[in-house]
């Protein structure tokens, strides 16, 4: 009974995912349940001198195409691309975050689906990512740290060789945030 409340409570917190968002891109946080705990799962970009994003630490998920219907047909999609993860099989929508702008490309608005995997699904990644790990949230909390690059110091998520930064650190630090404040 314990762990069903902590996926009840989060999908009353978020937004209905069916509310269109004013947003252009969308990722999913794809969350199992471990423990009374919610592990997430996050994947490795591979290295590309095009990608804004190469060889970081991120989630699933991509830019809205014209044949998308809306952000959910998107994430869906990108997620299935991306992973092999069909988020139409034993997955729930708990809903959406408010979307977020990537610094990197102000132009882009990022939509966060929060999305349970409640049977588990083979992952194969495509191209586009060279690796991925599930981590539980409550691990993530413990190694809130300081990544520093050439460009500056940036609040960031040290796990192992893992650091999650930039827009997808934003995304779980406001996930935590909803998760605490209820």
Not at 1 to 17: F, R, V, W
Not at 67 to 89: A, C, F, G, P, Q
Not at 121 to 149: D, V
Request: charged share 30%; net charge negative.
């Amino acid at each position: 009974m314990g762990h069903i409340g902590n996926a009840e409570k989060l999908s009353k917190l978020l937004k209905p995912t069916r509310e269109s968002l004013d947003a252009n891109a969308a990722v999913v946080v794809l969350l199992r349940e471990e423990e009374q705990d919610f592990q997430v799962l996050f994947v490795k970009r591979a290295e590309k001198s095009e990608d804004p994003w190469s060889g970081q630490t991120a989630l699933p998920g991509g830019k809205c195409n014209p044949e998308d219907r809306d952000l959910k047909e998107t994430v869906i999609r990108e997620t299935l691309e991306e992973t092999s993860i069909n988020l139409l099989e034993g997955c729930r929508f708990l809903g959406a975050m408010e979307p977020l702008r990537s610094t990197r490309r102000p132009e882009m608005r990022i939509l966060p689906f929060i999305v349970l995997l409640e049977k588990e699904q083979a992952i194969s990644l495509n191209e586009e990512l060279t690796g991925y790990f599930w981590t539980p949230l409550k691990e993530l909390a413990h190694h809130r740290g300081t990544a520093k690059f050439s460009f500056g110091e940036y609040p960031a998520y040290i796990i192992e060789n893992h650091i999650i930064w930039g827009l997808t650190y934003r995304i779980l630090k406001k996930l935590m945030d909803i998760l605490e404040s209820s």
